[in-house]
Structure formats: C-alpha cells, structure tokens
C-alpha cells in the first residue's frame, strides 16, 4: 500500500491537480502563514525563540536558511521547521481535517516553506508538494480515526503528519518512488503524539507539529543515504495501522486508496473561526448565534447547559490554569464567547482570565452528558463537535440552539473573503501588516511566483 502511495507523491504533477485542489491548496499556506507571523508574535514567542537560540549553538554546516520576522536570521533548517511548526500552533486557529482529525497545516506549510527557501522550488511545485501531502495525511487519517484519537488519545496531527512531512519533503526534492516509499516508511516507523495536554493545559500542543515534521525530514535525509523503509509499512503485522488502530480494532483501510489523484482529500480541510479546541467550535458558533439574536450580555443570563456527547464532555474543565487549557474549557470559551462575541486571540485569553464577570459568567454554565447527542454522534462519527446549547435568562424565558458541525467545515467552507480578513486579523499589529496585500498576492497568484522567500522576511 506504501508503494502506490509513494508512486502517487512522485509522478503528481501541477497539471493533475484538478482547480480546486490548486485553490484550497493556496488557502491553506495563507491560513498557516498567518498563523506562524501570529506566533512569532505572540506570547509565546519569546520561549520559541529561546529554544531556537538554544539548538543554534550546534554549528550549522548546511546552507542556512530563514528564521520568519522583521530581521533575517539564519538558522539550520532543523531548527527553522522546528521553530515554524510551534509558531503556526500558538494562536489555535490552524486548519484541520474533520474526517482525519488533527492539524496537517500546522506540520506541512511551515515545512513547506522552510524547505522551498532551501530547494529554491517555486509555486507549481509548492502547491503539488502541499496537495500530495495533504493527501497522505488524510488518507492515513481516515483510516484509524477517530477511534485512533478517542479511544487511545494519539493525536493526528503528529501519527500522519510524519508520514506526511516525509512525502512532502520528497517530492520537494524531486525523490524517485522508491526513495519516497522509503522516507515515508522510516517515518512511519517513528511516528506519535498524544493529547495528555489537553487534560491540564501543558505545552504538547505546540510541540506536536514539530516532531512530525522532523521526523518526516530525517526519513527523507536517510532514504537519500540508502536506508529502507517496511515494504509493508502500513499494513505489516507489525505496521502504522496494527499500532494505531483505536481499542476496538476498528481500521477503515479500504478507501486508503480509493480515487487517489482524482479525490484530493485537501479540498475537504476546515478552517478555523475560534482559538480554541476544535471540539469547542459548534457550541461557539451556536453561542454567538443567540448571543446576537436575543442581544444576550452576561447580566440578563441565568443558566446555561452545554448537551453535548463524551468528545465534547472531557472538555468540562470551569476552572483552567493556563491559556492552552482556557482553550480546552467548554464553561471558559463559551463565557467569553458570550461577553466579547468572539473567542480569537490570545489576548482576549489572558485579558478574560483578570475578568471576574467571565468568572462569574463561567459558574453559570455547566456541561452534561446527552444521550440524544451521544447517539448523534454514533450515527455521525464525524460530527464530533456537536451540541445543543439550552439558555436561559432571568426572566426564565429559554432558549435552544442545536449545532452539529461548526463553521468552516465543508457543509460551510471559508471563501477567500473569509480567509483574508482572519489573516488581515491575525498579522494586525506586526511588521508583517504593512505588506499584507502583497502577501496575499503572492500567495494567491503562487503558481506564478518563482521564489515564494520573501514570505518569511518582513
């Protein structure tokens, strides 16, 4: 199975790609742009940088590449794709895979353009590169979750994102079939990510992506020198899907290949509206919905019930410590959701965790576990987020809003309308600000660009 995947990563072609493939795949490298320029920026970034300071005193014998902001540093690209990788993750709002759960932005486009300064590639083959990676991710991802994710807490985003990063970063460099299978396999040998974090709000979130994608990298360096990858990497006794198969058993490995170069599974990606856990999002967008039709403020609720199923009830978190866990707290999203309209910045995390009306607004909400729900859920897999949120204000009058699936999603995808004003969002008060138009421009008339570098130098 390995082999037709590799064949199908090396022969893709530009011309292939159908012209929404072509599209979403220049959406996703601005949706994950503007996540890394957010990240660079952010909170966080100080303790990325530190760490990038850190791997630096490693001397650097290859050609150096670009370390994104305002000044040009150069840096090993080790240590580039390492540092990308969290910055995309910093703001939570990176792009996901309903189907193949996780994050494949936040691993493949800061690899991307990390690794396209490095190979001097220019926009046909970045865009091909991202489809056919987007594609290896969400096939492997289909195939284990989400029982992979719920039933054993390996997250996608690091068990596909190596795989993934691995055919990236061979088709990047024009590998053979052969050299592909093998990167990927290497890569799968030495894949994972769990989602312990979630339950107290520690760093795993960010570091994620960032293994993935090394661990893709260093597959493709060792395939390069010669070594061998399983022939049956993915099927094996002992391969990626006996290993990650949720504790059911169940593994959907039929449609690993089905349509492969006619189906690009990136023109089914989501984008996100809300920093927070994409669980959270339909009870967000249900918020915010009877936030401004029944002009809702925080003095005129009494209660709210969060009905939701177990995906969504593990979030029941009314008092975290940290804003990785505020981003995990169905009471804390929802209470500033509820307040400001909106849950999508980190600032507005840490200004809300000093703000006792959002305390006061939190011990009002509660979260249940609904038998309803629930078996929405066994009939709909997929529909992960999905909630009926019942409100009810001081004057007792009650109010009910079911959401299965969130904004952004396929039943209602992102134009690119949408997209540049949450990138023209995330890049507000940057270097980066000041050239936004010619950034968009750049990415969305990337099939025309010969050298895509500038996107990491402000």
Not at 33 to 59: C, K, L, P, Q, W
Not at 293 to 305: A, E, M, N, Q
Not at 365 to 393: G, K
Request: overall charge negative; hydrophobic content about 40%.
């Amino acid at each position: 199975m390995i082999d037709e995947l590799a064949d199908y990563v090396a022969r893709l072609r530009y011309e292939d790609l159908s012209a929404r493939a072509i599209e979403v795949g220049k959406q996703v490298i601005l949706d994950a742009y503007g996540n890394m320029v957010f990240g660079r920026y952010s909170e966080t970034s100080e303790r990325i940088m530190e760490y990038a300071h850190m791997a630096d005193s490693i001397n650097v014998k290859e050609e150096p590449v670009t370390l994104i902001g305002e000044q040009e540093v150069r840096t090993s690209s080790d240590t580039a794709v390492f540092v990308h990788t969290m910055l995309a993750r910093c703001a939570d709002l990176d792009d996901g895979y309903r189907h193949a759960m996780g994050h494949p932005g936040s691993v493949l486009v800061p690899l991307l353009l990390t690794m396209a300064e490095l190979y001097h590639n220019d926009g046909k083959q970045m865009i091909t590169a991202i489809v056919a990676a987007y594609d290896v991710y969400a096939r492997l991802g289909e195939a284990i979750n989400p029982f992979m994710y719920r039933e054993r807490g390996f997250d996608a985003t690091g068990v596909c994102g190596a795989v993934a990063a691995a055919a990236l970063v061979s088709k990047l460099t024009d590998a053979d079939a052969v050299r592909t299978k093998d990167a990927m396999g290497i890569a799968s040998l030495f894949t994972g990510g769990l989602i312990e974090y979630q339950n107290d709000g520690t760093s795993g979130k960010i570091l994620c992506s960032g293994w993935a994608a090394l661990t893709g990298m260093r597959a493709v360096r060792l395939a390069a020198c010669g070594f061998t990858g399983p022939d049956a990497a993915l099927e094996g006794k002992y391969g990626f899907f006996q290993a990650f198969k949720g504790t059911s058993g169940h593994c959907n490995t039929g449609q690993v290949l089905e349509e492969l170069g006619q189906n690009f599974k990136i023109t089914s990606i989501y984008f996100k509206r809300h920093a927070c856990q994409r669980g959270l999002h339909a009870t967000m967008d249900a918020m915010l919905e009877m936030r401004k039709r029944y002009d809702l403020t925080p003095s005129k609720i009494k209660s709210v019930d969060v009905r939701t199923s177990s995906f969504v009830y593990r979030l029941n978190n009314p008092k975290p410590k940290t804003a990785i866990g505020a981003q995990a707290s169905t009471q804390f999203t929802s209470a500033v959701a509820l307040k400001y309209g909106r849950m999508d910045s980190e600032a507005l995390i840490f200004r809300s965790f000093e703000d006792p009306e959002i305390h006061e607004l939190v011990q009002k909400i509660t979260v249940t576990l609904d038998e309803e729900v629930q078996q929405y859920l066994h009939e709909n897999p997929t529909h992960f987020c999905a909630a009926r949120i019942v409100l009810t204000l001081h004057d007792d009058s009650t109010y009910e809003k079911w959401m299965p699936v969130p904004l952004g999603d396929i039943e209602s995808p992102f134009g690119w309308e949408m997209l540049e004003h949450k990138f023209n969002q995330l890049i507000a008060d940057t270097p980066c600000e000041r050239t936004r138009k010619d950034r968009i421009g750049l990415i969305k008339n990337l099939e025309n660009v010969s050298n895509a570098a500038m996107l990491l130098r402000f």
